[in-house]
């Protein structure tokens, strides 16, 4: 499939194709069955070699869909969904576990100004979300080597609403043991450990 990819990629450079709609950032297909949209998607995310793409569904389902299928033709690192929420008008309700890591993890690529070909539905693109210095602003990283004090990531932790547990076994939570502090992020399939021990 890649191969095909490739291929396709190439005949889109051999034509004015990029001339055609550079002015405007929008490409317009007509006819295009629905098996080959994330074909197509990923053509021109692979086409335009500097730039992100993102791609519009109408529904989160199919929008996941499209994803799951680009996963044949990119790297998982190129890809990304960001769901909508999926709430009913006037129907108080959380967001899932599931949706929210989507989410988290699309905002944190976007932020950090990664390239990827996003996918997300009509209620996703439409969402307001905060200003991106105010969701910088709920983020921080550390560095393997870095100093930082034990109770100042606790306070950091506390203060951008993680949990702290005995255990920790989900994300957005934390444990403390002595010098090891435990962190869950929904950036990680894992939690992080970190310890404090020595200098």
């Known amino acids: 499939m890649k191969d095909l990819l490739s291929q396709y990629v190439k005949k889109l450079s051999k034509t004015d194709f990029e001339s055609a709609h550079k002015k405007k950032g929008q490409y317009k297909f007509y006819g295009i069955p629905d098996s080959s949209v994330s074909f197509l998607a990923a053509a021109i ?15 989160n389902t199919d929008a996941e869909s499209l994803f799951r299928e680009a996963l044949s033709f990119l790297p998982r690192e190129s890809l990304a969904y960001f769901p909508g929420p999926e709430v009913i008008p006037y129907d108080y309700a959380r967001y899932s576990r599931e949706l929210k890591i989507d989410r988290i993890n699309a905002l944190a690529r976007i ?9 997300t539905s009509a209620i996703g693109f439409l969402k307001t979300l905060p200003s991106p210095d105010i969701l910088k602003g709920k983020s921080f990283s550390l560095r393997k080597g870095e100093e930082i004090d034990q109770t100042d990531l606790i306070k950091t932790l506390v203060g951008l609403g993680y949990t702290r547990e005995e255990i920790c076994e989900e ?3 934390f444990s403390v043991k002595g010098g090891v502090v ?6 990680f399939t894992d939690p992080v450990r970190l310890d404090f021990f020595g200098d």
């Open 182 to 187: 435990d962190v869950y992020s929904p950036l």
């Open 111 to 119: 932020l950090n100004g990664e390239r990827i070909l996003l996918f």
């Open 45 to 59: 995310y692979s086409f335009q070699d500097k730039k992100s793409s993102i791609l519009v569904s109408a529904t």
């Open 171 to 173: 994300f957005g939570r």
